[in-house]
């Protein structure tokens, strides 16, 4: 025992002592949590748009006055003419204009029918797309808002209610994504780097010629890890809360559970990757490549598995970021317990387990 | 040898910060020697040499190396030295004639020039059968004897060799010595750089340096007998002992 | 007997590291592998210290086998690799405290023995280890390898790129621990450091060429060898090699060693053709043998 607290120390003094590693290690996460929640977003917010209003009455101001006064989109100017339009985009500021008809109360009215026309710079195609989605709902809402059952603008009106994330919150998503991404490559990239860098500095050979045995080495280099990818959880969890108020609808105490039971198979890829690489290069190499893409792309991080080729659907399986995001978003967001997800639990452990037993089995006692 | 000072130093000095790494040095190669230039590691060996191949300017003082001023001419500089070291030499991913081509290259020899220059390696060296194979399965002095010969490629006044035969069998190290008093005999300036002292024993001249100062400078046999030791190994522990 | 080899042989892929070597060496005793790089020297420390497991061949250490009982073996053998293998960012006392916790021991209850050697880097025990000169990460190295009081102790070219003056106390160290009863076996590519050892074995190419005393190996040697020195000694190797009853021509340090195939080969006849050579300044004397002249001749 004594010999395992005097490992773990020597552990913490490389880890505190190298500080860009320690910068990376805590500042990663918080910066990417921040780039993702903030940045990358499929939301708009304050987007510029301009309105060409032709008709310029009762009806129009009461919508104009209903996008002005949403978060999303704030009036920048009045156009006068139809020329003026591609002025106005070409200028840049201005991502899309709302064009209302000619007599655009007469004609709902009597016609029954009043054209908006939304025109979106669609050299971003996603906002184009957000922003002619956001102006429908808009003006959909203030139609339905009007209560004028004679006149029925909209005959068929879709209602979609979105459940867990009812303002579809991408941070929702965001945040066990980058938890899971973060994890990963804590645990198994900085322990097989930890690892090879005992090779290559040549103090593995004096550590095999010594009474230390190779599962007290292995647990020596996991177990500051497991303490610093907990923390790593934490900070990113309470980011998510307070910062962009993610809920956490379940239980704590399972959440730990089964962010520790995912450390764990991360850091044993991470002894895995360690048996095959010589140098830290590698072992960085095969981290980034092997273990961090798959998991950003195979993941369903970023990219929904559902529509991706049958293929990649079924890598997918064998990832198991994959499973520890449904895990996670399902504590998290649907605040289930253990009963409705024990078969991803089960499936986290058997992964587990068989990594262990095959770096436990790959861990060379001899050089070769 | 003759009397051409193919180098000359005077009062060559380097600060890092507070901490002087070469303090003042003064000293003068002729055309045709081979200097030894010794000290322990961290003696300040290193820096003064970078100095003297002009990948590092001095805090003070002057050196001339080949005629040109290591300050101002330093590409002049460049073009007239070779360099080899032990840890650098040659790709070992490359064939011998891939390596010597690259090499050739980049001293700016021409393409006829490069393709004379294999021709007579291949005869001196009787790299016949071993052209075509890549460098890093080559024995270690093979190796040496080879990359002696690319810091020669452009055929520089000075050559300057930085712990060239440490580790090698002893055959293969005489081979290499008898190379090196061939090129001297050529005409060749060799200016050796390390910190075996059994490497100084070949010297014509050499220099010992201790904590960044020239404490010894003379032929092997001289600074023996002024010590009243067998070795140089002793002459540097004698040397030492002394500055402590 | 502290470390038996017999008939040990070991490949990677195409290259042959070692051929059939074998040696022993006697409880107490300092042992020196000499040999340049690639002759198969840190082959042989890996075999007995159980990094390596041979193609073929047997040994033992401390009567335990390399294979079989490896593990013994780790708990009691102390173990220097070539490279300088310590904690760079851990300072002295750190990495110290480190190898004796692995070890199951602690500095001061084997203090005594490493004592002499680590209060010359006690002044810097708060310095980090990447932060010392050559010759104190060597001293470290060693007060590593000793710190678990091993009765075996493996050193792999512990002199290899350290100056002179360290070598020298380095050495001094060794013969100090040799009295306390520590068997060793050290490596040097160094010709001159086997005479400081007991008995040495001269390694080249995977094989072991001699085994003896460093004396029995100088005076068991019947050639007579002559120091040679004239102005030119490029010249100098040239005409000798063309002298006919030359049997070998080395430069050696100042001089050229020579060795004729003539058993009354005569000195004046020599000087006598190398001044026809119009060589000058011409010194011929009898040289003393070194180990390295018996190495080049084998």
């Not at chain 2, 191949?53 to 001339?64: L, R, V």
């Not at chain 2, 220099?207 to 140089?232: H, T, W, Y």
């Not at chain 3, 450091?193 to 029995?216: F, H, M, V, W």
Request: aromatic share 10%; hydrophobic share 45%; proline share 3%.
């Amino acid at each position: 025992m004594k010999r395992f607290i005097g490992f773990v120390k020597k552990e913490f003094y490389h880890i505190f002592r190298d500080k860009r590693s320690l910068f990376i290690l805590f500042g990663m996460p918080i910066a990417q949590i921040l780039l993702f929640g903030f940045a990358i977003t499929n939301e708009i917010n304050n987007v510029e748009i301009a309105i060409f209003d032709q008709s310029n009455d009762v009806e129009t101001q009461k919508i104009i006055n209903k996008i002005k006064s949403s978060p999303y989109f704030n009036v920048e100017n009045q156009i006068n003419k139809e020329s003026d339009i591609e002025k106005e985009f070409k200028k840049g500021k201005i991502k899309a204009v709302l064009i209302f008809e000619r007599d655009f109360s007469k004609n709902l009215q009597t016609k029954n029918v009043a054209v908006v026309q939304a025109i979106t710079d669609a050299t971003e195609p996603n906002v184009a797309n957000t922003i002619a989605n956001y102006t429908s709902a808009i003006i959909q809402n203030y139609q339905s808002q009007k209560k004028q059952p004679k006149t029925n603008l909209v005959k068929v009106e879709v209602q979609s209610r979105m459940f867990y994330n009812p303002e579809l919150k991408s941070v929702f998503n965001f945040v066990p994504g980058v938890m899971t991404v973060i994890l990963m490559l804590v645990s198994a990239m900085m322990t097989s780097i930890s690892i090879t860098r005992e090779k290559e500095i040549g103090t593995m050979e004096i550590l095999l010629v010594s009474p230390i045995k190779p599962f007290q080495v292995i647990i020596g280099k996991v177990f500051p890890y497991i303490f610093l990818s907990i923390i790593n959880a934490i900070i990113i969890l309470l980011l998510g809360f307070f910062v962009f108020k993610m809920p956490i609808n379940g239980s704590l105490l399972l959440l730990s559970f089964e962010s520790i039971l995912f450390i764990i198979s991360a850091l044993s890829l991470g002894i895995l990757i360690s048996t095959i690489s010589d140098s830290q290069q590698t072992a960085m190499m095969l981290s980034l490549m092997g273990l961090m893409l798959p998991v950003i792309i195979l993941s369903g991080f970023i990219f929904p598995i559902n529509s991706m080729p049958l293929p990649m659907q079924i890598i997918s399986n064998i990832i198991p970021a994959k499973w520890f995001i449904i895990i996670v978003k399902a504590i998290m967001l649907k605040g289930v317990g253990i009963q409705y997800i024990w078969k991803e639990t089960l499936i986290l452990i058997g992964m587990t387990t068989l990594f262990i037993t095959i770096s436990i089995k790959k861990y060379k006692i001899r050089l070769e | 040898m003759n009397e051409e000072k193919i180098i000359q130093v005077e009062n060559l000095t380097k600060k890092f910060g507070d901490f002087t790494a070469v303090k003042g040095i003064t000293f003068d190669v002729y055309k045709g020697e081979i200097f030894g230039f010794l000290g322990a590691n961290g003696a300040g060996k290193t820096t003064a040499m970078k100095m003297l191949i002009g990948i590092s300017n001095p805090t003070s003082g002057k050196a001339n190396v080949a005629g040109f001023d290591v300050l101002s001419q330093s590409e002049m500089v460049k073009k007239s030295i070779g360099y080899m070291s032990q840890k650098f030499s040659m790709y070992d991913d490359l064939t011998i004639k891939e390596n010597i081509t690259f090499f050739g290259g980049i001293y700016g020899l021409s393409r006829k020039q490069i393709k004379q220059k294999i021709t007579q390696l291949v005869e001196e060296l009787e790299l016949q059968e071993v052209i075509n194979n890549l460098v890093g399965s080559l024995p270690l002095g093979w190796k040496q004897k080879l990359s002696f010969s690319v810091a020669l490629l452009h055929e520089p006044k000075i050559v300057f060799l930085d712990e060239p035969t440490g580790g090698v069998d002893p055959i293969t190290r005489r081979q290499f010595w008898e190379m090196i008093y061939t090129q001297a005999y050529k005409g060749t300036t060799i200016f050796v750089t390390t910190h075996y002292m059994d490497e100084a024993e070949y010297c014509d001249r050499v220099s010992i340096m201790v904590d960044g100062a020239i404490e010894a400078l003379d032929s092997p046999k001289k600074l023996k007998e002024q010590f009243q030791v067998d070795s140089m190994n002793d002459v540097f522990l004698k040397l030492a002992r002394n500055i402590e | 007997m502290s470390i038996s080899v017999q008939n040990i042989s070991k490949s990677y892929k195409s290259i042959q590291a070692i051929d059939d070597v074998s040696f022993e060496v006697n409880e107490g005793e300092l042992f020196g592998l000499i040999g340049p790089d690639g002759a198969g020297k840190t082959t042989i420390f890996r075999i007995l210290t159980t990094l390596l497991l041979a193609n073929e061949g047997n040994a033992k250490v401390l009567e335990f086998d390399v294979k079989q009982d490896y593990k013994a073996i780790r708990n009691s053998v102390g173990y220097m690799p070539g490279k300088f293998s310590l904690y760079q960012d851990l300072t002295v006392e750190e990495n110290l405290t480190f190898f004796a916790t692995i070890f199951g021991t602690t500095i001061e209850e084997n203090y005594d023995l490493i004592e002499d050697i680590y209060v010359q880097i006690e002044p810097f025990k708060k310095r980090r280890a990447g932060a010392l000169s050559g010759g104190m990460k060597q001293k470290l190295a060693l007060c590593c390898a000793l710190i678990h009081a091993p009765k075996v102790l493996f050193l792999d070219e512990p002199t290899t790129g350290v100056d002179p003056v360290s070598r020298k106390e380095f050495w001094q160290m060794l013969k100090r621990l040799q009295q306390k009863g520590i068997t060793i076996l050290v490596s040097t590519p160094y010709m001159d450091e086997a005479s400081l050892c007991d008995r040495i074995a001269l390694i080249q190419k995977g094989k072991i060429l001699k085994i003896d005393s460093p004396s029995n190996i100088i005076s068991k040697y019947d050639k007579v060898i002559y120091d040679i020195q004239s102005k030119n000694t490029h010249g100098l190797i040239h005409d000798l090699k063309n002298y006919s009853s030359h049997y070998s021509v080395y430069a050696f340090g100042e001089f050229i060693h020579y060795i004729d195939t003539n058993q009354n080969f005569n000195p004046n006849d020599l000087q006598d053709y190398l001044q026809q050579k119009n060589h000058t300044q011409i010194i011929i004397k009898p040289a003393q043998t070194t180990i390295e002249d018996v190495f080049m001749d084998l």
